[in-house]
């Protein structure tokens, strides 16, 4: 069991990660602009927030940085809501979107000492991510918009609850 717990606390980062990830591209896609220069802005954003996140102390900054990208997340999709089609929203948007990746890149620095390699995280984390996209696509197709919504903060409650096990949490390990 306790060797599972750090395989599934990865697998559910990346249903949290597939799920924030779909639900910003669909928001902006539904709502801002459906161009190659809006996706684009967002896939080098999250990824600017990852690198980032890599440099982040480990110190208490774990649910922090979570209910901060879901408030960013929310906020995101209020914004655009309000404002539909207006591009003076985007660099707004894109912040929101480097505040929520944040923690992909938090979570991949510290989570990494759980594993022997790089390697089993990553292919954790990555299985988790596709099912993540496939849930989160399924959902919108049968549900709508909503599921938009709800997603992100069930696959981060289930990403929060698995880390509060301590045997889980790369906290417990480090703090020894």
Same mark, same amino acid.
């Given at each position: 069991?306790? !060797?599972?717990?750090?395989?599934?606390?990865?697998?559910?980062?990346?249903?949290?990660? /597939?799920?924030?990830?779909?639900?910003? +591209?669909?928001?902006?896609? =539904?709502?801002?602009?459906?161009? +190659?220069?809006?996706? =684009?802005?967002?896939?080098?954003?999250?990824?600017?927030?990852?690198?980032?996140?890599?440099?982040?102390?480990?110190?208490?900054?774990?649910?922090?940085?979570?209910? #901060?990208?879901?408030?960013?997340?929310?906020?995101? @999709?209020?914004?655009?809501? $309000? +404002?539909?089609?207006?591009?003076?929203?985007?660099?707004? *948007?894109?912040?929101?979107?480097?505040?929520?990746?944040?923690?992909? #890149?938090?979570?991949?620095?510290?989570?990494?000492?759980?594993? #022997? /390699?790089?390697?089993?995280? +990553?292919?954790?984390?990555?299985?988790?991510?596709?099912?993540?996209?496939?849930?989160?696509?399924?959902?919108?197709?049968?549900?709508? !918009?909503?599921?938009? $919504?709800?997603?992100?903060?069930?696959?981060? @409650?289930?990403?929060?609850?698995?880390?509060?096990?301590? *045997?889980?949490?790369?906290?417990? /390990?480090? $703090?020894?």
């Amino acid at each position: 069991m306790r !060797q599972a717990l750090p395989a599934l606390s990865a697998f559910t980062a990346g249903l949290y990660f /597939s799920a924030c990830q779909v639900g910003y +591209f669909i928001a902006l896609e =539904f709502h801002l602009s459906t161009t +190659f220069v809006a996706y =684009f802005s967002a896939i080098g954003l999250w990824l600017l927030g990852g690198l980032v996140g890599l440099f982040l102390p480990w110190r208490s900054l774990r649910v922090p940085l979570v209910f #901060g990208g879901l408030a960013a997340y929310y906020l995101h @999709g209020f914004v655009l809501s $309000q +404002f539909p089609y207006n591009l003076f929203v985007l660099p707004l *948007s894109l912040a929101c979107i480097f505040t929520t990746a944040l923690y992909s #890149g938090y979570f991949f620095r510290h989570a990494r000492r759980d594993f #022997g /390699s790089s390697k089993a995280l +990553f292919f954790h984390e990555n299985n988790g991510f596709l099912l993540g996209y496939i849930v989160a696509f399924t959902e919108l197709l049968l549900y709508g !918009q909503i599921t938009q $919504q709800i997603l992100p903060l069930v696959m981060a @409650g289930c990403h929060l609850l698995v880390l509060s096990i301590p *045997s889980a949490s790369p906290v417990s /390990s480090s $703090q020894k």
